[in-house]
Each structure stands twice: as structure tokens, then as C-alpha cells.
């Protein structure tokens, strides 16, 4: 069991920065892909980024490449999403997710691929 605690969100201007952490306890937070989904209401929830086990693989969402970056301290069982240049577009609830994919650079980025999740934290960017 993996328990995950999001951080971080807020209310920010466009154009603006914000850092996600995600914050892991229980199983070996190293034995972990890590990702970062978002969910607005009525819309399916959406892939963000990924990190693998290692730190040695990642992938973004066309819509974040280049603002977004994903990254994690396993000393700190910490998994964080810088984000920059943020966009009303990006409002949403942000979800921190963990599979175990029992491959050092395997990611995730669907739904299924991910076993555990946090409980969001709300990011709102004004225009």
C-alpha cells in the first residue's frame, strides 16, 4: 500500500509559477513510476507527466511540453511538477499517481497503468 498527499496547489495569474509535491509513505517509494494526472469537472481525467523509477524517463502532455517539468528526490519519497507560463486552460484538480511497473524506465500515463492515487490538490489560474 502506498499512501500519496498532494501539495502545493492555489489561485495564480497567467503567466504564473506553481510547484506540486506529492509526498509518498508505505511501500518503497523507489519501486514507483510516478505521474501527475488532472481532472476538471465533467471531463475525463487527463494524463500531465510521468516519471520513471529512476528519474531516467519522462514524457508531458503536448499541452504542458516545455512549461512542465516532473521531477523526484527518492531520498525524500517526493515526486514534484514545476509548473510555468500556467494558462486558465490548466485550471484543474491536480492527482498524483503511483504504478508499479516493474521496469526501471516504464512511466505512466493512463489511468490503468496507475495502482494508487492521491486525493488532488486544486490549481486555478486566473486571466
Known amino acids: 500500500q502506498v499512501q500519496l498527499v498532494e501539495s502545493g496547489g492555489g489561485l495564480v495569474p497567467a503567466g504564473g509559477s506553481l510547484r506540486l509535491s506529492c509526498a509518498a509513505s508505505?511501500?518503497?517509494?523507489?519501486?514507483?513510476?510516478m505521474g501527475w494526472f488532472r481532472q476538471t469537472p465533467g471531463k475525463e481525467r487527463e494524463f500531465v507527466a510521468t516519471?520513471?523509477?529512476?528519474?531516467?524517463?519522462?514524457r508531458y502532455a503536448d499541452s504542458v511540453k516545455g512549461r512542465f517539468t516532473i521531477s523526484r528526490d527518492n531520498a525524500k519519497s517526493t515526486v514534484y511538477l514545476q509548473m510555468n507560463s500556467l494558462k486558465p486552460e490548466d485550471t484543474a484538480a491536480y492527482y498524483c499517481?503511483?504504478?508499479?511497473?516493474?521496469?526501471?524506465?516504464?512511466?505512466?500515463?493512463?489511468?490503468?497503468?496507475?495502482?494508487?492515487w492521491g486525493q488532488g490538490t486544486q490549481v486555478t489560474v486566473s486571466s
Open positions: 508505505g511501500r518503497t517509494f523507489s519501486s514507483y513510476a
Open positions: 516519471i520513471s523509477r529512476n528519474g531516467g524517463n519522462t
Open positions: 499517481a503511483a504504478g508499479n511497473t516493474g521496469n526501471t524506465f516504464a512511466i505512466i500515463t493512463t489511468q490503468s497503468t496507475a495502482t494508487y
